[in-house]
């Protein structure tokens, strides 16, 4: 039976976010190209504005304190339909579901520079959404996204405190590799010494649910991650322990094997006994206007069974100089052989317009894990979703 629900942009993220991460371009290119780049692929924090200090004393001490604003503000619109099982050719309308609805958004940054010594950055948000199971026609409060300040008034040391996210690994596809997930909503210290083999940082992170009773410094977070080159290679080594999650290890490899960028990152948990949590491998390459990555997932979580999942990403960016790109992406496990294949398309030949389509098709059992976990809150096997995005930066 037909239902029209207000569930839409749940369903679009769900449905596009493999491929607006992978094929927009609208105002700004792709970063696929710096997936494997050194600045993102073992350690990146959003917002990272690191100002070197600059070598004229001088100008550092006497320039007037500089003060920036800015800010983005994105509106969405579309509607999705498909089927929550596979079509009966005898009852068309047995398992069709609609959805419709929008959705608005926009942020604020402020980045501020007394000096070269001393960074300051700070953005909050506020949407308006008006799908989901209760839809808001009001804007919401402003909350704080990061708030921190960079400090590098100390030699050969540079020092991050406040609210940012950290993320370690290379997997863009599959992320379990990265032991900092949860760092967004952290109050945190960084130390950050460059000269110390090809870089090290330290990290002292505090979060109220680390907490079992009052907060006590034993129960802080604590990590730390180095990197150092050997030839071609890359090799990064980090840590985190907390006294309720115990110890996990990351151990990242990175080269490039005859013209294309390879990965690996291995995570080891020590809590009560030893476990090999994750193994990830991957590879990227890029040829013209297309590119492509793949990734190989072992998840040692999994009890009694061995589970293996691979994922692959392949995009196509303007063909015959059309302001078009196109993508698919799929994600399959053997662990139950379920997964999910999401093609797409992404054009943007109007100023601060870009209209996407996809096309994601879940597949496996009732109880099987793509069709469990879909984000789809429809839960619908084949879903085409249509979205119309307004944007502009300020």
């Known amino acids: 039976m037909k239902r029209i629900v207000t569930q839409f942009f749940v369903v679009l993220v769900f449905s596009l976010t493999p491929l607006v991460s992978f094929a927009q ?15 993102q692929d073992i350690i990146s924090e959003n917002h990272s ?31 999705g339909v498909g089927y929550t099982q596979w079509p009966d050719l005898n009852a068309p309308l047995k398992y069709y579901d609609g959805s419709a609805g929008a959705k608005a958004s926009t942020t604020l940054v402020m980045r ?44 050969n040391l540079s020092i991050r405190a406040g609210q940012f996210e950290t993320v370690w690994g290379h997997g863009r596809i599959f992320t379990q590799s990265n032991l900092m997930s949860g760092s967004v909503s952290d109050l945190s210290l960084r130390l950050s010494m460059p000269l110390v083999l090809q870089g090290l940082s330290l990290f002292i992170l505090v ?11 034993s129960e802080y977070a604590y990590a730390g991650i180095v990197d150092h080159v050997i030839g071609p290679l890359r090799i990064t080594g980090a840590a985190r322990y907390q006294k309720q999650e115990g110890l996990g290890t990351l151990l990242s490899l990175q080269g490039t094997i005859l013209g294309v960028d390879v990965f690996s990152d291995v ?18 390459k890029e040829v013209a206007n297309t590119r492509i ?78 069709v469990v976990s879909n984000a789809d809150p429809g839960k619908r096997r084949i879903l085409f979703a249509l979205l119309a995005t307004i944007e502009g930066k300020f």
């Open 207 to 217: 979060n109220k649910d680390y907490f079992t009773g009052g907060p006590t410094i």
């Open 293 to 370: 990555y793949a990734e190989y997932l072992y998840n040692g979580i999994t009890q009694n069974t061995q589970d293996y999942s691979l994922g692959l990403v392949l995009i196509h960016k303007r063909p015959f100089a059309l302001p078009l790109d196109g993508g698919i992406k799929w994600e399959h496990t053997f662990y139950d052989n379920s997964g999910q294949i999401s093609p797409g398309i992404t054009w943007g030949g109007i100023p601060h317009l870009t209209i996407q389509a996809a096309l994601p098709v879940t597949y496996g059992t009732e109880t099987s894990r793509y």
């Open 25 to 39: 371009e609208a105002d700004q290119d792709v970063n696929v190209d710096e997936l494997f780049s050194e600045s």
């Open 112 to 155: 501020a520079q007394p000096s070269s010594a001393l960074y300051i950055y700070g953005d909050v948000s506020t949407s308006l959404d008006t799908t989901g199971t209760n839809p808001q026609y009001t804007w919401t409060s402003f909350t704080i996204g990061s708030l921190y300040f960079d400090y590098f008034g100390i030699t």
């Open 49 to 79: 504005e690191n100002k070197t200090a600059e070598s004229d004393l001088t100008n550092a001490f006497t320039r007037d304190p500089s003060l920036q604003f800015s800010g983005s503000f994105s509106a969405t619109a579309g509607l």
């Open 267 to 284: 995570v080891f948990t020590y809590k009560d006994t030893v476990q090999l949590t994750s193994f990830i491998g991957g590879f990227f």
